[in-house]
Nanobody, 118 residues
């Protein structure tokens, strides 16, 4: 599975951005997808996740502001971000995980930078 993110950029506090993640390869093997983020000198953290069954999960800090969704073509993952705050600034990574019959495998994109000015 290969993942390519896009849509990051510079936005003022209170603004919105939509991140996109294009998946290719063994898409049918994907069990779930997620967005993570990592700020400088911080650990990578889960922002939002989405199972193939449509169950979503959000970090408390983004609930009510971010929405994760998957495109009709199933190879696209989106993160709609609204009311952005300076603390949302980070590199955002797309994640997909698959089950190979014995263990979970994780795949990552290269990341897209989100900068929020106050």
């Amino acid at each position: 599975v290969q993942l390519v993110e896009s849509g990051g950029g510079l936005v003022q506090a209170g603004g919105s951005l939509r991140l996109s993640c294009a998946a290719s390869g063994s898409i049918s093997s994907i069990s779930g997808m997620a967005w993570y983020r990592q700020a400088p000198e911080e650990q990578r953290e889960l922002v939002a996740s989405l199972t193939t069954g449509g169950v979503t999960n959000y970090a408390e800090s983004v609930k009510g502001r971010f929405t994760i969704s998957r495109g009709n073509a199933r190879n696209m993952l989106y993160l709609q971000m609204a009311n952005l705050k300076p603390e949302d600034a980070a590199v955002y990574y797309c994640n997909a995980h698959t089950w190979n019959g014995r263990a979970w495998e994780n795949y990552w994109g290269q990341g897209t930078q989100v900068t929020v000015s106050s």
